[in-house]
Structures are given as C-alpha cells and as structure tokens.
C-alpha cells in the first residue's frame, strides 16, 4: 500500500487556531476531493514571474537584487526541486511528507535559506493563515535536511504587494503597446525556524486520519454547519 501522503501546506491546517478534526477527516478521507473548489491561477503565475525575476538578476549580476538584503548574506539560489523529488517517510508514522518551496538561497556560512512567495498586501498582525504558512516552511526544511539539500539556518516569507496606489496609476510611465505594468513592493517576513513541531503535527494527523469514522468537530465550526446543512437538503 502508497504511504499516506501530506503536502507541508496542508499539514499546517492542523497548527491553525480553531482547527477542526471533523473536517479535516473529511478533506482527506473525501475519494474524489471536495466540491465547489475554485482557485484562481493568477496568483501562482505571480510568484513564479517572482522566481523568475530573482534568479535572472542573480545570473545577470551575480547577487541578489537589493529588495533581498534582509534576508542576510545570499551567495546564490538553488532551483528548487520538484515536488516528486522533495519528500520523505516519517519514520514514526509512515506518512509521506511533501513540498515545493518556492525559493532556496545559499548563504555565506555555507547553510541555507528556504523562502515562500506571497502575492498579498503585507501586514503583519492581521494574517490569520501564519500558522499554516510556518508549518510549511518548517517542514520544507526538514524535507530540505532529510532529502540532503543543505543544513537549513533561515526560513522567511517574501511578499511582493501590488503597487495599486491611484497616484502611480496615473502616470504614463505605467502603459505599453500592449497594456500596462502593474510594480510590486517587496516586504520580507522572517519565519522562526521549529522543525520539532513537524513530528508533533504528523502524529496528530494519522491519529486523526487512521479514524474509520469522522472524529466530533470544534463547537460553532462554521464549515461543519455548511456540510450539515447541504446534507440536509439531499435528504
């Protein structure tokens, strides 16, 4: 049997405050996944142009661009690996942990960085989807260590946030032929680096995932009563 499989962004559903077991079971244990799931691909064409930006300045000029500087001292990128090839067995629980990050940097003192790209506004305190975003990062490092790619020392968020201010909307210098420019503004969000909370959630997903029936959900989960009520009405 194919060892159960989770991808390190939706392990970090199970860090998130409120976390509800009833509907995690049913997003996993769902045989032909859930309906009505519309996600626009916009956002993951930005953060690939974004990868693509920082690694043709780094070939360009050896260095990277100086939106990057507080990152610390990047000597070069590593293309990240495809998903087939960035995963590992956890030991304990037989689960197939999984990822894709979006950008890894070599740093001076030989380890490296694994960064994130988020096309979003960047605010600090109001992001309610952190947890989920540093359990990802920390399970791509564990993957990243476990798979050999280097000894990971920092992991951050990269934001590029849409410059949309009507006074740069305004001005020429944003048309083309063809259409026009839309600038971005870059904010860096360091991660604290934790990768024994990995275990610790990959236990709590197979105990929950091993369950024949769905376990009791959170009191006032706003998801549990929306299932509830379309169960009702195919009665």
Known sequence: MEPMRISGKDLGAVSMPGFCPRC????????????????????????????????????RHGKPPDWLSPLGDIIGYIQPPHFSKFSFVDSKTGILLTGAPDAVFNLRDKTILIGDYKTAKFTKNQDTLLPIYQTQLNAYALIAEKTG???????????????????????????????????????????????????????????????????????????????????????
């Not at 309906?35 to 780094?58: C, L, R």
């Not at 024994?196 to 997903?205: A, E, G, N």
Request: aromatic share 8%; with cysteine.
């Open 24 to 59: 995690f079971w049913v997003q996993r244990r769902a045989p032909a996944g859930l309906p009505y799931q519309i996600f626009p691909g916009i956002f993951s064409s930005i953060d690939s142009y974004t990868k693509n930006v920082v690694h043709g300045w780094f070939d």
């Open 149 to 235: 790619l280097g000894k990971v020392s920092k992991l951050a968020l990269i934001y590029a946030e849409p410059v949309t201010d009507k006074s740069v909307a305004n001005t020429d210098e944003v048309h083309q032929n063809k259409g026009f420019n839309m600038g971005f503004s870059a904010h860096i969000l360091p991660i604290e680096l934790n990768t024994s909370s990995i275990p610790i959630l990959l236990k709590r997903t197979k105990q929950i995932l091993d369950l024949e029936l769905p376990p009791k959900g959170v009191a006032g989960c706003k998801d549990c009563e929306k299932l509830k009520g379309i169960i009702a009405i195919l009665r």
